[in-house]
């Protein structure tokens, strides 16, 4: 039976994943900006698959809460998405900016709009529309994230949003430059405290993994609802092919083979369209901000199975 066939599970591919990556060397080095992230052992992994019938399969530390940073990026475009439909592309572009994450050049000579929404810039602008159009986008993203995944447990890590605020400079910079060209709603006190309970988000491959399957349902929530029309899931994805992985999209789309969105806490989520979505965490990172291990893990995953959106 092929793997589309019903008696199919993920269980034995990501045992032999996990026994891999065990034994492999270089792991990275855990993100060193603030001390609550530097503190991670490397040598942590896990990794998660949830199919649309909220099915899920783990290794490893599959059910340990990470910061999720980054990652979250990913919800609160889908969240924004859903309730301004192509009014969003006037305030943020789509392209991959080819620079660092957390780069201000790009912004003044195209005025203060940002290349995507994954760069800090852009994702700036993401969460101050989705607190404009919801009063509370932490908490709209909060919601959404603990319905999707049945765990009412995902909440912010207090501390780690202090350290990032006490690590701010550059993101207040981003965020009152964009507010100079009238590109931010909200005071940027009110944006910056958003943006960094945002980042601080703790939740586990088991949580993400399931709380991005409407990205494989195309748009559909897990209750049945419909988040996103089919056409705005593809183009949520077609973002994180594009422009999930910092500024190495293009290696990632070359190993991998699949929309991916990745944090400097060290996880990646990744969707196979109609199929599946991916969690894996593991917090050494490579010179560009992805997690070792996560990318050779996913890389093996959709060589051994064959699945890719190519
Ligand atoms: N919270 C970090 C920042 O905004 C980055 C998060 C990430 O890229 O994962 O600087």
């Not at 290349?115 to 969460?127: D, K, S, Y």
């Not at 931010?184 to 960094?196: A, C, H, M, R």
């Not at 209750?223 to 899931?233: I, K, M, N, V």
């Not at 196979?272 to 050779?296: H, I, K």
Request: glycine share 12%.
């Amino acid at each position: 039976m092929g793997i589309m066939g019903s008696s199919f599970t993920f269980q034995p591919v990501l045992e032999r994943i996990a026994a891999e990556i065990e034994k492999s060397p270089g792991r990275g080095r855990p993100a060193d900006y603030i001390p609550a992230l530097a503190a991670r052992d490397p040598r942590r992994f896990g990794m998660a698959v949830a199919e649309p019938d909220g099915t899920v399969y783990g290794v490893g530390d599959w059910r340990q809460p990470f910061s999720a940073q980054s990652i979250t990026k990913a919800f609160t475009l889908a969240l924004t998405l859903a309730r301004e439909a192509d009014q969003l592309w006037e305030h943020v572009g789509r392209e991959p900016s080819g620079n660092p994450f957390n780069s201000l050049v790009q912004l003044e000579y195209e005025n203060g709009i940002p290349r995507n929404p994954f760069i800090n810039a852009g994702a700036l602008v993401v969460t101050d529309r989705l607190h404009s159009h919801t009063g509370d986008a932490v908490g709209t993203l909060l919601d959404f994230l603990r319905a999707e995944s049945g765990n009412p447990g995902i909440t912010p890590h207090e501390d780690v949003a202090a350290s990032e605020a006490a690590h701010g400079d550059r993101n207040a910079a981003l965020a009152h430059f964009m507010a100079s060209y009238g590109n931010i709603g909200n005071p940027v006190p009110v944006l910056l405290e958003q943006y960094f309970r945002q980042c601080s988000i703790e939740a586990s491959c088991a949580d993400l993994a399931l709380a991005g399957t409407f990205l494989a349902r195309h748009g559909i929530r897990a209750d049945g609802s419909r988040l996103l029309t089919r056409s705005q899931a593809k183009q949520v994805n077609a973002v994180m092919l594009t422009c999930g992985t910092y500024d190495a999209a293009g290696e990632f789309a070359y190993r991998v083979g699949l929309p991916g969105k990745s944090g400097v806490g060290g996880g990646i989520v990744a969707v196979v369209p109609g199929r599946c979505t991916l969690c894996v965490w593991s917090p050494g990172l490579d010179e560009r901000g992805n997690s070792v291990a996560g990318v050779a893990a996913l890389d093996r995953f959709t060589t051994l199975t064959g699945l890719s959106v190519f």
